[in-house]
């Protein structure tokens, strides 16, 4: 399929009767040149129009969104004038139309035209034949053109290069339903929607008056709660998408902060064990040193009272058994020599009683003198000096370990004081978390709710639609529909997984034909629902939307490129701003690899400053005409071209 004439008539920038009129040559690129605001835009809009009318995606310029009727007709508040040429609707003129002539297997020639009023307008489509026959008119019009080139279709084949970008950014959604379109998936799906629309007839139809109006009630309950189920899921994901910002924004500032606590921490508490061990090694040796304080300290500063132990150990109780009972008595005469007169006689008794206790038929002496021996010697043999010596040196042990962890402490603290804005972060964000995850988990509920609202309802429409069906042919019927229902179904699974692959595997090869050389992505992927993904060489899923504008063009355009192929559709290619936001080796690569081989038609409107690129230069034997766009305040008109001459004046070998 070819255009052989496109002819815009007082369609926006265009006055009167402007005929582009296309070769049918071999060489499939066309040149239509402008500057901006020149009416290039003006005839890719008259295209689309043509052949869809005035589409939803026609209605957004900018941050400005229009209503059809603002589009036609123009919006004084909105600041936009409308369909009809200003120069026309001036000189009272009110019809404005765009009508194309194509070559097919049948040429035929589509004609789209308005009537303009200040407050209506009255739009008519035909399909007519080159006898000038109709064919075809408005609605009938309108389905032939779909089957020829679908609204979905027209998406891939005419685009703004400085925004076909957008496409990589898709919502899941609405890129799987243009790729189930263009696959001719979306035949499944309307014979399921089909099916079930007959079903819903035979219950109305065939079943008895208050059946019918039960079901009624329940069907119009069930879109009711299915359309709460729609919303509510949109609404999950959305939350899902913040929840999901709000954890990456955590895990980075928990791996930043995590670093900060660890950078002492360890240390930290390696000091504050050793000191631990030091200070009960201290508290052992103390522990030792009072004993010794008690017990030997005053053997060590008297000499004379050393000398008088010795010989008194010497003499009284090495080598006995147990104390003779005259060194108890001699040792008792010497203590109450010691104590006053009147007081020796309860003494003496008291003494007697610690030290002698007997019964009828034994006498116990109560010291034992090979333990006085062994204390003493136990004495003899400890290192006092040594003892001092280590306590001195634990001491500047611990005084080091302290200092330490005291700048050890001091150091954390100094951090968290620069980064306290941070932990302060950490702690709003842990909030938000929990706030989001509650948010969302009540919508979890409120949905599994309605999903239990919406089995209810489906189990209560199965039983009134069965019971007491008196017609077993319409139950036959329903039977036989809901089994096609789920043919189709599992039909559009598997024939969708196994062009999924096909055009997965066109896709890629034109990516590798378009990518720049050190360009970090290696492979597209397309999953069972059609979303896009990006991995690296080595198998690395890569983030789209944080792609620069001119990586999601190279995406995008290989998604284009190798749909174009797989469909094998001879449908024209229109490419407005060619060049888009491209680097200049990404340039050459579409201007060498895509446009040639994109389409057997393509239409290419470039700006003059993108004509300057050298790659135009190597497109000199695939361009089969080129047409020069000039405008003298909104009136567009064109000249057509030489292409030897001028190549040869732009491009000077």
Known sequence: MKFSTVTIKNFFSYQGEIIYRFDDSNKSITLIIGENGFGKTSFINSIKIALHGVTKDLLSIGELVLTKSDFILGSHDKNFSGLLNRIAKINGENKASVTIEVLDDEPFIIHREFVISNTSYHEHLSIKDRDDTILYEDIEAQDF????????????????????????DFSKDEFRQMLEDVLELDIYDHLINDSYNVIKKINKNELDPELRKRVLKHEEELNQVQEQLTSLTLKLEEESLVLNGLLQDQSELDQKLSKLKSKYKKPLEDAKRKLNEVINKRSDLLREFKELTYAQLPLLLSQKLKEKVNRDISENYRGNLSIAQNIIDLKKKEFLSMVDKSQQ?????????????????LSVLFADSTKIELQYETFKNINFVKLLDDLASIKEEINTLQTEIHDYEHNIQMDQKEYEQDFKRAVSIAEKVGSQRTKIEDLKAELERLKQVEKNIKLEVGRTSIKDHKNSLAKLKVEALESAIKVAAEMKLKIKEDKRELLEESINAKFNLLKKEGYEANYIKLNSDFNINIYDINHRPMDILSSSSGQKQIIATSLIWGISEYISEEIPMIIDTPLGRLDEENQSLILTQFYPNASSQ?????????????????LREEVSQIFLLSNGGSATSISKQNTHDFFSTRYIR
């Open 145 to 168: 053109i779909n089957y020829k080139i679908s609204p979905t279709l027209a998406k891939f084949f005419f685009f703004d290069g400085e925004k076909i970008q957008t496409i990589a």
């Open 345 to 361: 006689a309860q003494i003496e008794k008291i003494y007697d009683q610690i030290f002698n206790t007997s019964n009828s038929k």
């Open 602 to 618: 393509v239409l290419i409107l470039p700006t003059p400053s993108e004509l300057r690129h050298e790659g135009f230069e190597s």
